[in-house]
């Protein structure tokens, strides 16, 4: 019987974070120049570095610099709050977007700390 091992793929947390972060790319390139050089890019960076620290943290060896990575994809979950909130204050994005992004920043936070639950008590070093 052949040994299945986890894939990034497999990981709830960036299967999220990876989809939200275009659906949060898909919205902004259409903005209009100021408001994408200013708010824009900071918003993609912070949705993009979600799923690119845990991916990072993934692909690490020792579960202490595994967790290490996936606590900065919380920062970054935090982090894009804030844009979303300043997105809707300055009327670039519609409700039902805002509310979705909120909807799948809550769903990511939790599955992030399971997977860091999980690296703490599953890894031996």
């Not at 793929?9 to 390139?29: G, P, Q, T, V």
């Not at 209009?32 to 050089?37: D, H, Q, S, T, Y």
């Not at 979705?100 to 070093?125: G, S, V």
Request: glycine residues 4%; aromatic residues 16%; proline residues 1%.
């Amino acid at each position: 019987m052949d040994k299945k091992y986890l894939q990034l793929n497999d990981i709830e947390s960036y299967k999220i974070a990876f989809h939200l972060s275009n659906y949060i790319w898909d919205i902004i390139s259409e903005w209009e120049w100021f408001a994408k050089k200013t708010l824009g890019s900071q918003f993609v960076n912070a949705a993009d570095s979600i799923s690119a620290n845990i991916a990072e943290g993934f692909g690490r060896y020792h579960k202490k610099d595994k967790i290490k990575f996936y606590r900065y994809s919380q920062g970054s979950i935090k982090e894009c709050f804030d844009w979303n909130e300043k997105s809707r204050k300055r009327k670039l994005i519609e409700e039902k977007e805002y509310q979705y992004i909120i909807e799948q920043l809550q769903k990511i936070d939790p599955a992030l700390r399971r997977l860091i639950k999980f690296t703490d008590e599953k890894l031996k070093f």
